[in-house]
């Protein structure tokens, strides 16, 4: 599938801003002119982040080449000076897998994996049961968009498409919340296997191909 690059600047901001927003920046997207310091004057870059030193000027570019290369070299030329801005360059190829559906016999492969190792390896296990939800999401859903769901779009996706109720949402969103902490850094928490069967148990209730569990 092929991604223009409008929609790769999207992608990768989306993902992107989380972080920045983290870090105690404000992005601002297609930046108008009264956004902008005056030594950026009629440039638009992609977003710039506010809100903290330095401030970032912000370049989405689908490929390296040379009118990318360019592009950052007059960027850094306008910045040369600039102790309160820098530039940050993200090559979108760089940044996002494209994804392809799996198959029924892999994603049944995948959850007789997962449910091995939750007594063993709960937190592996709840890494693992995540995979196989978004990948059930994707076919169920016949998801066009082949970029990663993050963990809530993951679950309000389901919802909104009526396949978990409110209250299996609500779980899901607290498990996302450990998920993520486990997937980065927070090693010395773990779920509870009972958790980590019932997310496998809605992957399969998504599939609608798969056995139940028990």
């Not at 092929?2 to 999207?10: V, W």
């Not at 009118?67 to 820098?86: N, P, T, Y």
């Not at 993050?150 to 679950?155: G, I, K, Q, R, W």
């Not at 607290?174 to 958790?195: F, T």
């Amino acid at each position: 599938m092929t991604i223009s690059a409008y929609e790769a600047e999207a992608i990768a901001l989306d993902r992107l801003e989380p972080q920045l927003e983290a870090e105690g920046y404000r992005v601002i997207r297609q930046p108008a002119a009264g956004d902008l310091p005056d030594f950026l004057a009629g440039r638009r870059p992609d977003a710039i982040a506010v809100g903290k030193k330095p401030c970032l000027v912000i370049e989405v570019l689908r490929k390296e080449g040379p009118i990318a290369l360019k592009k950052v070299r007059d960027l850094r030329v306008l910045l040369k000076g600039q102790e309160d801005w820098d530039l940050k360059v993200y090559y979108f190829s760089s940044m996002e897998p494209l994804l392809e559906p799996v198959s029924d016999a892999a994603t049944c492969d995948a959850v007789a994996a997962a449910r091995s190792v939750v007594e063993t390896e709960p937190r592996a296990a709840l890494l693992f049961a995540w995979s196989i939800l978004e990948a059930t999401t994707r076919v169920r859903t016949n998801a066009a968009d082949p970029r990663p769901l993050n963990p809530n779009s993951l679950v309000n996706l389901l919802v909104g498409e009526g396949y978990v109720d409110q209250d299996t949402g609500a779980r899901l969103f607290r498990m996302a919340k450990v998920r993520s902490q486990v997937a980065h850094g927070q090693i010395d928490i773990a779920p509870r296997a009972e958790d980590v069967r019932f997310l496998l148990a809605v992957a399969e209730d998504v599939s609608g191909n798969l056995q139940a569990a028990e």
